[in-house]
């Protein structure tokens, strides 16, 4: 883990994870080496709900995929489009004000299609080219002294069923059979080697092996008793071939328990453990448990364990929001306005500081076009919901005990 394992220097030799090379003054004692980062949501795979202005812009008006995109507008075309949009979307500006911020950490979801030689070009349509639009934002990331976490999006065969997140809008999750969990691991043995044979990936500390899989063994079997393992065997292959010393041995990340299915280590070695990393997605807008007020909000937030088992140790929340379920969000408790701007800072906090009793959080997304912040962490931080200096959730009156919210 970056500030554990590994120390992660900027090009000038900032360490974003030695808050007193960020700041100078420390207000109380504060927990050390979490991660704080955003995800740069539908960079590379993308999702038409976070940007429809820039989903038309891409050539994809109507779309619901990319892989209806490239089927609808042509490979050429395609690719041409979204290389512009790749170019555009994620810029050094956004790198530079992640960094202003105090953020040290992106999460950067990618699908298997980024090797190529591994789409079924008759069959599996996917734009061409991303890898070194990849190498560039992580190059960039890299120089800004930003921890780098790779994560799976989009998974052979889709692993879940009309989700654009997978980069396609598959009728039916077609992931759970040993031929896709192949060339899913093809996929992780060869980004492993990317990511230590060039020196724009030298930030790149975890690599998360499928995300969001479906919830139940039974919707995915093998999952844990097969891809797991195996990604696991495939990724450590990669780096002995490499010869890539322990110290320099990627984090394997895997969603945990409370996702599913079921317990994520049962099949690993003991070796395989001692380097797995944990994913946590927490998002109360689809918790049906949780009373939808919002002391219920801050409280439960408060009080929430990120942790699943004492097995999943680090656990990182690997996706978060502040956007409350759709048939209320429009509301006047709710909306963004300037009479709830206090609750919207206390739930970002009591989240935050809960999460980091675990390893550390990662909000989704940076950025969108929705003119809704509670999915946009730079708009949030632009309508001051989010601190600029995140040790400033320290400070805000939620979490100690006292009245959660009154308005």
Known sequence: MPGIDKQILAQDGTDLFNRTSVYNVRKRTLPANKIRGVNLGSQFIFEPWIGQSEWSATGCAGQQSEFDCVSAVGQATANSNFQAHWARWITQDDINLMKSYSLNTIRVPVGYWMKEDLVYTDSEHFPQGGFD?????????????????????????????????????????????????????????????????????????MLEVVNEPERSTSSAPGLVSTFYPNAFSAIRQAESAAGVPASSALHIQVMNSAWGPGDPTTSLSADDRSVAAFDNHRYLKWDTSVAVDKNSYLSNSCSYNAVSSSNENPTIVGEFSISPPDNVESTSEWATSNANLEFYQKWFAAQTKGYEKAAGWVFWTWKAQLGDYRWSYKDAVAAGVIPANLDDIYNVDVCLGTELYSN
């Open 133 to 205: 639009a990849l190498k560039r934002v992580c190059g960039m990331a890299s120089d800004a002294g930003l921890y780098i976490i790779l994560d799976m999006h989009g998974a052979p065969g889709a692993q879940v069923a009309q989700n654009s997140f997978t980069g396609q809008f598959a009728p039916t999750p077609g992931f759970y059979v040993d031929y896709q969990y192949d060339r899913a691991t093809n996929f992780l043995g060869w980004l492993t080697t990317q990511i230590h044979s060039n020196a724009e990936f030298r930030n790149v500390g």
